[in-house]
């Protein structure tokens, strides 16, 4: 059953029933692909993923100046809200699969696997050259990350939580396994590195 909590949702919901509207009525070759999260460093800097990688960045680009002034300190809202994370390459891979079989079909794309943002968080911090422990103080907005100095860098900021959060966000990719032998292939690791690689080489190259 389809249950959307944001005005996103409610639109692709419609998408979703209009598509197949099409394919039935009029015969179109047409899928609907039900995409889970999914990542890449071209993912918008509005975003929280990016968010949290320019937060990495702006921490090693302090250091790198000499730690001057105050530590750059990350806001973001619920720290425990799960999501189920893919690589953007994984799905567009599964796109394509859809768009090579002989009927049309409706596929969920996902991993499978729920992380929360918090896990985002250590991922981006200890980056090979960012190197960065994150040790945590206090509960839900009361929480702070701080440095293996104890120098903040990260705080919960109540007005970044979202009126109808969801916390957990899991999909269920089996049907995409069995009709088009897709299956994701790249870590949540590698994903999330592979965004702050990408940042890290803008920085430096603005910085130039």
């Known amino acids: 059953d389809f249950h959307p909590r944001s005005p996103y949702g409610t639109s692709k919901l419609a998408a979703y029933w209009h598509t197949v509207n099409m394919r039935e009525a009029f015969g179109l070759f047409a899928c609907n692909g ?4 999914h990542e890449s460093p071209r993912r918008g800097e509005d975003f929280v993923t990016q968010k949290i990688v320019r937060g990495a960045v702006a921490y090693k680009r302090w250091k790198e100046d000499g730690e001057k002034g105050e530590s750059p ?18 799905f567009v891979r599964g796109m394509w699969l859809a768009l090579q079989q002989e009927e049309p079909g409706d596929y969920v794309l996902a991993t499978g696997k729920a992380r ?3 896990e985002f968080v250590e991922i981006a911090f200890r980056h090979p050259q960012i190197a960065a ?11 702070i990350g701080r440095d293996e100095k104890g120098r903040k860098v990260l705080e919960v900021d109540p007005q970044f939580y979202r009126p109808s959060e969801v916390n957990v966000l899991l999909g269920d990719w089996t049907l995409a396994r069995e009709k088009l032998g897709w299956s994701p292939e790249i870590s ?10 990408s940042a890290l ?8």
Do not use: C, P
């Open 34 to 37: 039900i995409l889970f999260n």
């Open 73 to 90: 300190v990350l806001k973001l809202g619920n720290l425990e809200a799960k999501r189920d994370w893919g690589d953007a390459r994984d």
């Open 188 to 197: 949540f690791d590698n994903t999330v590195n592979d965004m702050v690689h």
């Open 133 to 143: 422990k994150i040790y945590w103080e206090g509960k839900g907005q009361d929480e």
């Open 116 to 118: 929360s943002v918090r």
């Open 201 to 208: 080489d803008r920085a430096t190259r603005e910085s130039i």
